[in-house]
């Protein structure tokens, strides 16, 4: 079992930046890929970024591309989303999840964190 808590939502202004962090259990954390995915009111859960378990490969949403970087420090077993340039549209409820193995850019991974609230003024 793996358990996952996410922080560093909060409010900020359109154009300000916010680093979430995803703190993960376990001793084997390198050996899972990472995942931030986000939630906004009526929509469903989307994905933004995903790493390796290695760092190596990262992906993301072309919506986020060039404003967002997720990043991993496998000896503090904690994933980060820096978030740049932020616009209310990036407004939701941000989640971490991992799964061992191949990194994805859907919602197949196995353990979730319970979500941060991220909000974005105009």
């Known amino acids: 079992q793996v358990q996952l808590v996410e922080s560093g939502g909060g409010l900020v202004q359109a154009g300000g930046s916010l680093r979430l962090s995803c703190a993960a259990s376990?001793?084997?954390?390198?050996?899972?890929?990472m995942g931030w995915f986000r939630q906004a009111p009526g929509k469903e859960r989307e994905f933004v970024a995903a790493?390796?378990?290695?760092?190596?490969?990262?992906y993301y949403t072309d919506s986020v591309k060039e404003r967002f970087t997720i990043s991993r420090d496998n000896a503090k077993n904690t994933v980060y989303l820096e978030m740049n340039s932020l616009k209310p549209e990036d407004t939701a409820v941000y989640y971490c999840?991992?799964?061992?193995?191949?990194?994805?850019?859907?919602?197949?991974?196995?353990?979730w964190g319970q979500g941060t609230q991220v909000t974005v003024s105009s």
């Open positions: 376990g001793r084997t954390f390198s050996s899972y890929s």
């Open positions: 790493i390796s378990g290695s760092g190596g490969t990262t």
């Open positions: 999840a991992t799964r061992y193995g191949s990194t994805r850019r859907d919602k197949l991974y196995d353990y």
